[in-house]
């Protein structure tokens, strides 16, 4: 099979590290084809803390995809995500020298080109530029400016922003692992892609991704990003506060949030309780499910009052920016119980849970329709858009190649065929040699000639 044909993207989460190999089918649905998930034993709140434990991480991931998908991994879409994540709207434009000539890429890559050469915060760098909507001379509001005509060429962008030593030691794992990052990408905005439909994007939505390490925020409207933002809490905290409120460890923390675990405190009874088996022969330990969700909804109620101040700094409540499709929550965080419920009521949006339901074809890998594979999947549609990209730029620089030698081939018949043809001098004699009597005819004019005279 040719590295073509597939493409992969590599989530480095707090929690876990998943590399997920894929392609499209032929009715442009994804068709995972493997998948390789790893503990994340060097990644804290977003941020690589650990780059020898990371690079491990990475490669048990990728050696598991590997061997399940069949095909050699090299190069990767990766996730970023982190409390040092930024963003920031910016305009600009540039004056195009021959307005005659209708708008390209080109243009358009030229104008983004001049928008990374911002001026940073110290230590910092820029990872996205978003167009958000475009200006034509005194033309505005314009979605897609290819094929216009103009001399200013104008445009809102949204500027991601991160931490340069951060992106570093992401690049130097994935390099370390034996890999080459074809293109680092915020996690909100892949997991947008997994869930969120085009309708949405348009009526206006919020997605909240509540990993283990960080809450991400994307908000789009009329088809747009507007706002992007990192909260650096997420589901990993609510089990060190299980764990440190109930005094036991983090492994039973765990299995009790997933399992046992609400947001809403009032839902659950006061006399349901669960065993927590003691250590190395101790007494059993029983806990509430009351206590166990008040726990909880203290810090969701937290991080969902983050959200919300995001969404008003956004002026998500405004008439003209209201989220018509409110809130979708995904990632792992999001399978908590009555979440939903909480989120609704904080926010005053409805809210829904994102899955990847409507873009993976195969049965075989229902489990990665969950939320908590949304920005996995995202970052594999990523991946496979980048290879489309490269794809269609190939076909278009053939066809271009295809077309100039037909022309050329076409010129250089033209010309054969005027050589063939009488130059003017020939075509003078051919015309005298055609005005020259024949025998017959001077046969004639000597008999016409000789009665004449005899006259």
């Not at 001379?137 to 445009?155: N, T, W």
């Not at 809450?215 to 990192?230: E, G, L, Q, S, Y």
């Not at 999947?377 to 076909?395: A, F, H, P, Q, Y």
Request: aromatic share 4%; proline share 3%.
């Amino acid at each position: 099979m040719e590295s073509q044909e597939y493409s992969v993207g590599l989530d480095i989460g707090t929690t876990k590290i998943v590399a997920i190999v894929g392609r499209r089918n032929q009715y442009g649905k994804i068709e995972v084809m493997g998948v390789g998930v790893a503990p994340s034993l060097g990644v804290h709140k977003g941020i690589v803390n650990n780059i020898a434990q990371t690079i491990n991480s990475i490669k048990t991931a990728v050696s598991e995809a590997q061997k399940s998908a069949g095909v050699p991994i090299t190069k990767v879409t990766v996730g970023i995500a982190g409390k040092h994540i930024r963003s920031l709207q910016h305009s600009d434009y540039i004056m195009r020298e021959n307005p005659d000539q209708y708008i390209t890429e080109e243009d358009i890559e030229e104008l983004k080109n001049q928008v990374k050469k911002l001026v940073m915060l110290p230590g910092e760098e820029i990872i996205h530029v978003l167009p958000q909507e475009y200006k034509v001379d005194s033309e505005g509001e314009i979605q897609e400016p290819i094929g216009m005509h103009g001399k200013r060429l104008e445009a809102n962008f949204h500027v991601v922003v991160g931490q340069m030593s951060s992106i570093k030691n992401i690049s130097r794992c994935v390099k370390e692992a034996g890999l080459e990052m074809e293109s680092l990408t915020l996690e909100p905005l892949a997991s947008s892609e997994a869930v969120l439909t085009k309708e949405e994007k348009e009526a206006g939505v919020a997605i909240v991704d509540i990993g283990g390490g960080t809450t991400d925020i994307a908000i789009f409207k009329d088809n747009i990003i507007r706002h992007t933002c990192v909260i650096p809490y997420g589901g990993g905290i609510i089990t060190e506060d299980i764990k440190d409120g109930c005094s036991i460890i983090e492994k039973h923390a765990e299995q009790l949030k997933v399992r046992f675990g609400s947001a809403v405190p009032e839902l659950e009874k006061e006399s349901t309780f669960v065993t927590i088996p003691g250590l190395h022969g101790r007494t059993e330990k029983e806990i509430s499910l009351k206590t166990l969700a008040k726990i909880i909804h203290a810090r969701v109620e937290e991080i969902l009052e983050m959200v919300n101040t995001e969404l008003k700094a956004y002026g998500a409540h405004e008439k003209k920016r209201k989220l018509i499709a409110g809130i979708v929550l995904t990632g792992g965080g999001s399978n908590l119980k009555h979440l939903r419920q909480l989120a609704n009521y904080i926010t005053g949006f409805d809210s829904r849970i994102g899955y990847a339901n409507e873009y993976i074809s195969n049965d075989k890998n229902q489990h990665l329709k969950s939320p908590e594979f949304a920005t996995s999947i995202g970052l594999l549609m990523e991946s496979l858009s980048i290879r489309d990209k490269k794809t269609n730029s190939l076909v278009q620089e053939e066809v271009s190649v295809s077309s100039q030698t037909v022309s050329d081939e076409t010129n250089q018949e033209d010309k054969i065929l005027d050589s063939d043809k009488p130059t003017h001098n020939e075509t003078v004699v051919q015309q005298n040699a055609s005005k020259k009597p024949t025998i017959g005819q001077n046969i004639l004019e000597k008999i016409k000639k000789f009665f004449e005279e005899s006259e």
